[in-house]
């Protein structure tokens, strides 16, 4: 839509700037997505006002999915910004994930699920920097070797 609508009308990147001017051009759309993801975190505190537990779990949801886009997209024109970017949002995730052992104490089973669940987010958003970072390494390995473009 942008790129057509840039084409149309001259000013169109006057008005927009700060929605694209920061990110690739192929990935020009990312502003809505941080908007979305600005939204979605700040609608976790109206969604459950008195469970913590749940608003931990939520928010460490909201940052992996968020998180899972940004290393798979990698919309900053900068190869720094996109690096920095993730590590901000690992850092909080983790900042999370600890504070939450001082967060409500929970009795039975809810207890549980709650650990588990705070638990299976952050190993899964590490598992996902781990291979998104594994990838780029062997990206770069291939191109070291002058592997790309063979056929291999």
Do not use: H
Request: hydrophobic share 60%; with cysteine; proline share 3%.
């Amino acid at each position: 839509v942008a790129p057509a609508l840039s084409l149309k009308m001259p000013n169109f990147t006057q008005y927009c700037r700060f929605l694209v001017y920061r990110f690739r051009v192929n990935r020009w759309y990312w502003g809505s997505v941080l908007m979305v993801r600005a939204f979605m975190i700040a609608l976790v505190p109206i969604v459950s006002p008195s469970d913590s537990n749940a608003q931990v779990v939520m928010l460490l949801i909201v940052l992996t999915v968020f998180l899972t886009l940004q290393c798979l997209v990698l919309p900053w024109k900068t190869t720094l910004l996109n690096v920095s970017d993730t590590a901000i949002m690992l850092m909080l995730l983790v900042i999370v994930g600890v504070a939450s052992v001082f967060s409500d104490q929970v009795e039975g089973t809810a207890a549980d699920s709650y650990t588990t669940l705070i638990i299976v987010t952050l190993a899964s958003c590490f598992a996902i920097v781990v291979g998104v970072l594994a990838a780029g390494a062997v990206g770069a390995a291939k191109i070291a070797l002058g592997w790309v473009g063979m056929d291999k």
